[in-house]
């Protein structure tokens, strides 16, 4: 017996995009070492329902389309955003009503990058996108403690987005604080050659508190190289790679 789709209510399927990376914060003083900070790209919505609001890069997905191909559609779309790490993190759909416009199932993904090889491309974009600070008000990283601090404007300062978006937030960060440890997820958010500081600082952030012993805990991941930082701003430190 043939099962007759006319039977089911239609719904849609969108994904919302996690796109993280790090970055040194706002120093006056240049003989003191620049501290890291978490941020996060956001886009302004130009149309109902959240108009004016800030949100996660996100779209509908194509008939034809796989769910990963959508995620980078948008990305380039929206935000003119290519080549980047993503992985799938959760599908949303528990909440019938999260979406005025009709039943949406949405899938999560995370992008992960070094902020010097994300390229954001205005010309290509379609909305205005910006990057914030991620601030939390703990060491966990709870949806309601959440806030979100313009880079360009740090008199901006929000704490809602549209639709879930701040609960994705905050289970993509929660997944990859839960793995980091275990998994080379941190790898991505550093270049290539990287200090041991670099990614110490990755993980640190991540995981909201100190790691001890860092160089013995990731000894079996990375191997040095011949290279080392150029020591103009301060001491030359020896750069690393993953093994």
Request: with cysteine; aromatic share 10%.
């Amino acid at each position: 017996m043939k099962c007759d789709f006319s039977t089911h209510h239609r719904m849609s399927v969108a994904t919302d995009v996690v796109v993280l990376t790090t970055d040194n914060k706002p120093l006056n003083n240049k003989r003191k070492v620049a501290e890291k900070g978490l941020q996060i790209l956001l886009v302004k919505r130009d149309e109902e329902p959240y108009n004016g609001c800030w949100a996660l890069p996100a779209g509908f997905v194509n008939f034809d389309e796989p769910l990963l191909e959508c995620a980078k559609r948008k990305l380039r779309e929206k935000v003119g955003l290519d080549d980047i790490y993503l992985e799938q993190l959760y599908s949303y759909g528990d909440d019938v009503n999260r979406d005025i416009r009709g039943r949406v199932i949405s899938i999560g993904y995370i992008a992960l990058a070094p902020k010097e090889k994300i390229l954001l491309n205005s010309e290509r974009a379609s909305k205005e996108a910006e990057w914030f600070w991620i601030e939390s008000s703990t060491s966990e990283w709870e949806v309601d403690m959440l806030s979100f601090i313009s880079v360009l404007d740090s008199s901006l300062k929000i704490t809602s987005l549209a639709f879930d978006h701040r609960m994705i937030i905050a289970d993509a960060l929660n997944r990859i604080k839960n793995k980091i440890m275990y998994t080379d997820v941190g790898f991505h958010l550093v270049n290539e050659l990287f200090t041991v500081k670099e990614l110490q600082t990755v993980y640190e952030l991540m995981l909201g508190r100190q790691v001890q012993a860092f160089r013995r805990v990731l000894n079996d991941k990375i191997v040095e190289t011949e290279h080392w930082t150029d020591g103009k701003a301060h001491r030359p430190a020896r750069l690393f790679k993953q093994r």
